[in-house]
């Protein structure tokens, strides 16, 4: 037995099964039609309840991908620390643009709004 073979002190990972991706997908078609949505309507009333269902939907489906991503990282023996990934990258700057396109709708309606000053 040769001292420095460390394949005897070496524990197995358990296997590694790939994340499904879902969510990232439903996040940049939810945020892509919302932002077809903001084009074509330009409706104040449009663009609050995309905006809401957007930060709502949109943030809690990219929580749960993390949590998932984080989850199996655990589970396949790592720390727990996963960077983003591209997928991870586009979805949440699709959502970022989709909630600024939708928020610049009702700052613009608010403006034309005579609040007495």
Same mark, same amino acid.
């Given at each position: 037995m040769d001292p420095l073979d460390m394949d005897e002190l070496t524990t197995p990972l358990p296997p590694v099964r790939p994340i499904d991706r879902w969510p990232l997908y439903v996040v940049i078609g939810l945020s892509s039609a919302a932002i077809l949505a903001v084009i074509i309507l330009q409706s104040f009333a449009a663009a609050l309840i995309t905006y809401g269902v957007l930060l709502v939907a949109g943030c809690g489906l990219l929580f749960l991908q993390r949590r998932r991503v984080i989850l199996a990282t655990r589970q &396949?023996? *790592? =720390?727990?620390?996963?960077?983003?990934?591209?997928?991870?990258?586009? &979805?949440? *700057? =699709?959502?970022?643009g989709a909630c600024l396109a939708n928020g610049l709708i009702i700052a613009f309606e608010m403006a034309s709004w005579d609040w007495g000053f």
């Open positions: &396949a023996g *790592g =720390i727990g620390y996963v960077a983003l990934n591209a997928w991870d990258r586009i &979805a949440l *700057g =699709i959502l970022v």
